[in-house]
């Protein structure tokens, strides 16, 4: 009876999910209220989870709780520390939880709210927690093995060192669009760029107090760290209200720029409890409470989604950025649906610290599916604004026009309704100067969040306040990985420079570890400046190229993994891992193809270089803009260069493991597993970890 009774509470999830995604695709009268959107999107998480989960775990993982965890066999109190699986779910999801599922959806909004909707809940169900599922798994079998070691003892050696150099090389592009969408947030705004200057201190002054005054006490700190926080963003509108003090805060994109690189500098070499610790107890208590806030002020207020199903743009002409929806969709939303930068968390900390091989499941796959719903929160969010105020917060000023009428004119002549007076009242209401041309996603997203929450609490009036709430929110959320992947490319840059001089890669020798904070800030900051300085925004080059690479990466884990699956007999269930590393390759290629050699301007590197080039031959560059103009060229020229040789790098590891793969098959080679040896637990069944997680 009670097993009939689960059937039919499952039925009824599931065709309340299906009828709400119905409703989303084939919706095309009134506007469409949000709800069906969160309806939508947990009753598919649900079942993605109670179904597809259970089976990945029984079936084609065989997932085994008498076998020792990494964290049991090696622990040491510091690496491997055995911990709650609901502590270890909130380190992981902090970790992985950076700007893609906010950003990525507000941008690919442009294509209007059902493309990218379809995309976050399909493909983080049946290719993102798949991911990060199973090379959590690989890891913990292996020691806590990273995808590059894991690679190289897999594949073959030199697919491994491929694998190394690709994820340097990805880290690289990845921060420095992390940069970028903070200056474009923080630009001209001295309100929003004073509450995060003030959250590095208050990081700093928690540090000191867990370190010295109460150790250990982290949920004391944490909300007294909250406090501050929320205070400093009260504090920000008395700041900007103030003449002097705003010049002060008011910074140009170069200044912050230069700023962001000066703080990832200090963050990669300050002691991690210093500054990098506690400024994690910050973010993780505010990006769980905003984002479930988020969806209850959904569910309250019952927004319109007042972007349609799909706009004119899927053609590939779109202001925000160009290109068709295939591939860019695809690449534009990564976090949220699938994220290459998970594999390296998910063999990195997190295996270290996993009590047993069945709370992968829940740790790998339930905290993606959380992400996801960031993504879809974030994407409901965007699309509930009016469709003219999008695109005219998201659009550059060389698409629309260089002032507020001419922007005005152009959005509204796409059939997208706008003043230009409603822009400077928006603008007003909020707190900020002006919001034409906040290219990044960010200050849109920040606008949507702000107008959902005014309208549960405070109405109209307290609008500024949460929009700038909002901007900490998504600073505070995308720091955290910009801090954090600062001080791992400062590893990965003392592993290769150890091989060449062993005391480089010591990470106790400060010389070394100064010298190697100046390379990978000196490598993402270069990236970054490029893109503040770019006349289309820099979105529009960078975004493509951060999706490209991180999906990428996607696709070297999903080699991995599909390898290992094969190596331990289930040739049976590789298509599991298989078919969303065939999607992400299709989608990858196809868009680094389109990228390097397009004819667009607009979507090709090498189409753009030759354009200004073109201009400077002409005499169309004015004298004092041509310098500058030629940088340009060559970072257009760099990018083309950089997308070629992260997808041959890619090709050249898929080539290795289809070799590897035909060995396997045809059994030419004894098959070689290296998993650690079996070594049966000694903890009681119901041991909770709580000795070390619950500190």
């Known amino acids: 009876m009670k097993r009939i009774f689960g059937i039919i509470i499952w039925l009824g999830i599931a065709m309340l999910g299906a009828g709400a995604f119905a409703k989303i695709a084939f919706d095309r009268g009134e506007p469409l209220n949000a709800t069906w959107f969160v309806v939508a999107a947990t009753c598919c998480y ?44 909130g380190h992981h999801f902090a970790a992985i939880a950076g700007p893609g599922p906010l950003v990525g959806p507000t941008l690919a909004a442009q294509f209007g709210y059902l493309p990218g909707t379809l995309w976050l809940i399909a493909g983080a ?50 921060l420095a669009v992390i940069g970028l969408v903070v200056v474009n947030a923080l630009k001209s705004s001295p309100w929003a760029t004073f509450t995060l200057a003030m959250t590095i201190p208050i990081a700093i002054l928690l540090g000191l107090y867990l370190r010295f005054v109460r150790p250990g006490r982290v949920l004391e700190a944490s909300v007294m760290g909250v406090a501050l926080v929320l205070f400093v963003v009260v504090a920000g509108q008395w700041v ?89 969709c695809f690449i534009t939303i990564a976090c949220g649906a699938i994220s290459g930068f998970h594999s390296l968390i998910s063999s990195g900390t997190t295996p270290k610290m996993i009590l047993r091989e069945s709370h992968a499941r829940f740790i790998g796959y339930g905290a993606m599916l959380l992400e996801s719903f960031v993504g879809v929160m974030a994407m409901v969010a965007a699309c509930a604004m009016p469709p003219g105020v999008y695109f005219a917060i998201n659009s550059p000023p060389s698409i629309v026009g260089n002032t507020g009428d001419a922007a005005a004119a152009t959005i509204s002549g796409w059939g997208y309704p706008l003043h230009a007076q409603t822009m400077a009242e928006l603008a007003h209401k909020v707190g900020e100067i002006t919001l034409w041309n906040r290219a990044g996603g960010a200050p849109s997203l920040a606008v949507g969040m702000a107008q959902i929450f005014s309208s549960t609490i405070g109405g109209e009036r307290l609008l500024s306040i949460w929009y700038h709430f909002a901007i900490m929110f998504e600073a505070l959320f995308i720091l955290t990985v910009l801090d954090a992947g600062t001080r791992v490319g400062r590893f990965m840059v003392q592993d290769l420079g150890g091989r060449v001089w062993k ?9 070394g570890v100064l010298l190697s904070s100046a390379i990978i800030v000196a490598l993402w900051g270069y990236f970054l400046y490029q893109g503040v300085v770019d006349p289309l925004g820099g979105i ?156």
Request: some cysteine; charged content about 15%; proline content about 5%.
């Open 503 to 511: 005391p480089f890669g010591r990470t106790s020798w400060m010389p």
């Open 240 to 328: 900007a209200d103030s003449p002097s003090w705003s010049r002060v805060f008011t910074l140009s994109g170069v200044a912050l720029a230069f700023s962001i690189i000066a703080y990832g500098f200090a963050a990669s070499a300050l002691p991690v409890w210093l500054l990098l610790a506690p400024r994690d107890y910050l973010s993780a208590f505010i990006k769980a409470g905003a984002i479930f806030s988020l969806a209850a002020g959904i569910l309250i207020v019952r927004p319109q989604v007042l972007m349609p199903p799909l706009t004119r743009f899927i053609d590939g002409t779109g202001p925000v950025f160009a290109g068709k929806i295939f591939p860019f």
């Open 540 to 695: 529009n080059s960078l975004w493509p190229l951060f999706g490209i690479s991180n999906q990428l990466l996607a696709a070297v884990a999903l080699v991995v993994a599909t390898t290992i699956l094969m190596k331990m007999g289930k040739l049976r269930w590789i298509w599991v891992t298989l078919l969303p590393m065939g999607w992400l390759v299709t989608i990858t290629m196809t868009a680094s193809y389109q990228k390097i050699f397009d004819a667009n301007p607009r979507i090709g590197f090498l189409a753009y270089a030759k354009a200004l080039a073109a201009q400077i031959a002409a005499a169309k560059i004015p004298a004092e803009k041509i310098a500058e103009t030629q940088r340009l060229i060559f970072n257009q020229r760099l990018d083309a260069v950089v997308t070629g040789v992260l997808a041959f790098m890619i090709l050249v590891l898929i080539v290795e493991a289809l070799a590897h793969w035909y060995s396997i098959l045809s059994r030419r080679k004894e098959i070689v597993l290296h998993e650690s040896p079996y070594v049966a637990t000694r903890w009681a069944s119901d041991f909770s970890g709580t000795a070390h997680g619950d500190d």
């Open 125 to 174: 169900a049946f290719a993102g927690c798949v991911q990060d599922f199973v090379i959590l798994f690989c890891s913990i079998r292996r020691d806590g093995k990273s995808v590059g070691q894991m690679a190289r003892e897999e594949v073959s050696e030199r697919g491994g060192f491929i694998a190394q150099l690709a994820v340097l090389a990805i880290m690289t592009i990845l």
């Open 46 to 89: 649900l079942v993605a989870y109670r179904l597809y989960s259970a089976f990945v775990a029984a079936k084609v993982l065989a997932l085994d709780d008498t076998r020792a965890t990494p964290s049991e066999r090696h622990d040491d109190g510091r690496d491997f520390v055995p911990t709650n699986k609901w502590v270890l779910f």
